[in-house]
């Protein structure tokens, strides 16, 4: 895929056959998080996966002034492979809110992952988003979005029982769904509305696998479903690959 291959933070894939149907995956860290779950879900339906992902950046085109050196740099690569193996089908995973906002959901300030005061704002972010929505509707690649899944803003320890706690710091290992979707509810306003002028970008919510009504949940049937506050474990993975497999091959018929 080209001699610069060492600016991207990650990739993967199971193929190295490029006639064979395939989807592309890009993102930031949630992208390679999911990736083993979502290469074996397509798998079944006769489709390989390659994956290629940057830390802490959403793969954003820039519109008008640069994001910032290393993201244009590290984002370029991504787009001059994505020109060079020329997929079909590309599916987005990636962190959502905290981009636009800058901010981290935390319900425990005393979190370990507090300490990390790491700046994620991306100036004009909506318009960086517009442009690369643009960008593969007209290549005619179909992009499947996939919101982000529920923060839970504590760490999923914090609901496992330890021998020197008399109970877990979070009985339910979950928070109030409404917290999920005030954290979320202006971006996926705005994805949606920008989405809605583009035939080929289709925005998937697999939040369903993670929430009921009341609440959206770290743990299901006695399994963590996540790594950190934010990443997904393989468990949870395979939750929202199934449902993002299901909601692809269901829509495209």
Known sequence: VGK?????SQMRANTKNLKEPF???????HAYS?????????????????CISNNSIPPLIASGDS??????????????????????????????AIYE????????????NNQNNENYKIRNFYEHLE??????????????FVLENPEMGFAPEDCLKRPLLNSPINLKCSIPKSLHLKRQEKFI??????????????IIDANNVFCDEAACYAMKN??????DDNHLNLNGARLQATEIARQIFTNDK
């Open 4 to 8: 610069n291959i060492n600016i991207i």
């Open 23 to 29: 989807f592309m995956i890009i993102g930031d860290s």
């Open 34 to 50: 999911s990736y083993d779950a979502i290469a074996n879900e397509l798998k079944k339906t006769g489709y390989r996966t390659i």
């Open 67 to 96: 994001i910032n050196d290393k993201v244009d740099k590290k984002n370029k690569t991504i787009l001059n492979i994505i020109e060079r193996v020329k997929p079909k089908k590309v599916i987005w995973i990636s962190r959502g």
């Open 101 to 112: 906002s800058g901010n981290k959901f935390l319900l425990n300030s005393k979190s370990k």
């Open 131 to 144: 442009k690369t929505f643009r960008y593969f509707d007209k290549k005619n690649i179909t992009l499947y």
């Open 189 to 202: 306003y705005n994805v949606n509305k920008i989405a809605s002028k583009y035939k080929n970008i289709r």
């Open 222 to 227: 006695g399994k963590l479903l996540y790594f």
